[in-house]
């Protein structure tokens, strides 16, 4: 069983940057496939991003791609999501979540629905102002 805890949201100004940190506990973290999906007031959640379980290679959601970075540091069992030039359309709940690991590196972008995960975290609040 694995928990996941994120933490580092906030409010801020649009242009602002963010860094969410989401720690891993109770597992092999080195194994899982780390994803951040958001969800904004009355609407679904949606995928942002995904980071193969070596970090070598992430896929991101297309409104996001040139803003957001997800990085990790297996020691650390730590995910990060980098967010720069925030806009309000930004604001939302941010969760991390596991997922396994996928038999060809090419197949890590292929996991952007929240089905594919197995653990999430409880997520934690971003809200951008303009």
């Known amino acids: 069983q694995v928990q996941l805890v994120e933490s580092g949201g906030g409010l801020v100004q649009a242009g602002d940057s963010l860094r969410l940190s989401c720690a891993a506990s109770g597992g092999t973290f080195s194994v899982y496939v780390m994803g951040w999906f958001r969800q904004a007031l009355g609407k679904e959640r949606q995928f942002v991003g995904v980071?193969?379980?070596?970090?070598?290679?992430?896929y991101y959601e297309d409104s996001v791609k040139g803003r957001f970075t997800i990085s990790r540091d297996n020691a650390k069992n730590t995910v990060y999501l980098q967010m720069n030039s925030l806009k309000p359309e930004d604001t939302a709940v941010y969760y991390c979540?596991?997922?396994?690991?996928?038999?060809?590196?090419?197949?890590?972008?292929?996991?952007?629905?929240?089905?594919?995960?197995?653990?999430w975290g409880q997520g934690t609040q971003v809200t951008v102002s303009s």
């Open positions: 980071i193969s379980w070596s970090g070598e290679v992430s």
């Open positions: 979540a596991a997922g396994p690991r996928v038999l060809r590196m090419s197949d890590v972008g292929t996991r952007r629905n929240p089905e594919q995960y197995n653990y």
